[in-house]
Nanobody
Framework: VQLQASGGGLVQPGGSLRLSCKAT????????MGWYRQAPGRQRELVAT???????NYADSVKGRFTISRDNARRRLYLEMTIVEPEDTAVYYC???????WGRGTLVTVSS
């Protein structure tokens, strides 16, 4: 199983960024998928999850700003990040929920 996250980078406060995660080696469409993040000196935390049927769940800190989505045909998971804040700076990981499978992460830095 491989989860390859991409799309991170430097973005100014108030800006937008789109993360993508490509999954291989699993039957992607049947799994609940999630984005998590880990800021320097802090524990990894949930950002958002999406079920196989498209039901979403968000951390309170990103509600209304971030949108998780998936393309089962392309085996891709997305995170649309808008109105980003310096507190969103972290390494973002995609995860097959309730399994051992994690991506390597992509760094998002929010700074002017």
């Amino acid at each position: 199983v491989q989860l390859q996250a991409s799309g991170g980078g430097l973005v100014q406060p108030g800006g937008s960024l789109r993360l993508s995660c490509k999954a291989t080696g699993i039957n992607f469409k049947i799994y609940r998928m999630g984005w998590y993040r880990q800021a320097p000196g802090r524990q990894r935390e949930l950002v958002a999850t999406i079920t196989s049927g498209g039901t979403t769940n968000y951390a309170d800190s990103v509600k209304g700003r971030f949108t998780i989505s998936r393309d089962n045909a392309r085996r891709r998971l997305y995170l649309e990040m808008t109105i980003v804040e310096p507190e969103d700076t972290a390494v973002y990981y995609c995860h097959v929920v309730d399994t051992i499978y994690w991506g390597r992460g992509t760094l998002v830095t929010v700074s002017s």
